[in-house]
């Protein structure tokens, strides 16, 4: 269950906030948890224009401010983040009303340690999203012709991580808005609230 944070309403620090928010990235991880697993990943293509897809938060690591998500090297967002490296991630929460507009600098994972250690977590049935034999979004004649070649193993498989250097975070609340723009400068937190 992600938390209430309406019951800091009286304490004008930004540090519960914050707190909640990591711990609801965090639980959003783990498996059997509540929390907002999937988000919008916004990146922009070289010729300027924006690109918003689904993914899945795989880990969240509050110490480093990192986040990861798995993609496929040939897939179009790839050359995106290349092009430009600065990212956003959007999350809506309806049960909590909370909206998270993360801002982040990717950088792109294959053929390492990180891509390895995450590849063997991955179970059998999972890792056919990287095999397919054409690349993603290649022109098909028929849903049934995508192939897996299983001999490519890893070879495909990405691990995207972002550091993370702000959240602008928005609650909806009947009691009051609340909004707080919370940045991380080398290490360092800091937090202000916002008109929502
Ligand atoms: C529920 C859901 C979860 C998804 N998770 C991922 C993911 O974790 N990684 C990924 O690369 N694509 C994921 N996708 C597919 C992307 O949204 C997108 O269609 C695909 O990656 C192609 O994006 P691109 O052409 O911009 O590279 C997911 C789609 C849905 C509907």
């Known amino acids: 269950m ?11 620090s930004l540090i519960p906030v914050k707190e909640a928010i990591l711990r609801n990235l965090k ?5 059997g948890e509540s929390g907002q ?3 919008s990943l916004a990146s922009v293509a070289p010729d300027g224009t924006p690109h918003v897809r689904t ?12 986040l990861t998500f798995f993609t496929d090297a040939r897939s179009p967002k790839i050359a995106e983040l ?4 600065i990212i956003q991630i959007m999350s809506y929460d309806p049960v909590s009303h909370e909206q ?39 022109v098909i004649s028929s849903p049934e012709l995508i192939q897996h070649d299983h001999t490519l193993e890893d070879e495909y498989f990405t691990v995207i991580q972002v550091k993370i ?12 808005h609340k909004r707080a723009l919370l940045t991380w400068q080398d290490g360092n937190f800091s937090g202000e609230w916002r008109t929502p």
């Not at 993914?55 to 990192?66: G, K, L, P, W, Y």
């Not at 959240?167 to 609340?173: N, T, V």
Request: cysteine-free.
């Open 2 to 12: 992600p938390a209430d944070i309406d019951r800091f309403s009286p304490n004008p």
């Open 27 to 31: 639980n959003a991880t783990r498996k």
């Open 37 to 39: 697993k999937l988000v």
């Open 55 to 66: 993914v899945v938060i795989r880990s969240f690591d509050a110490d480093e401010m990192t």
């Open 82 to 85: 290349k092009h430009q490296p």
């Open 100 to 138: 998270m507009r993360i801002v982040g600098t990717a950088d792109i994972h294959t053929e390492d340690e990180l891509t390895r250690k995450s590849w063997q977590n991955i179970p059998e049935y999972g890792r056919g999203d990287y095999l397919t034999r054409l690349p993603p979004g290649s």
């Open 165 to 176: 250097s702000a959240i602008d975070w928005l609650k909806l609340s009947a009691q009051g």
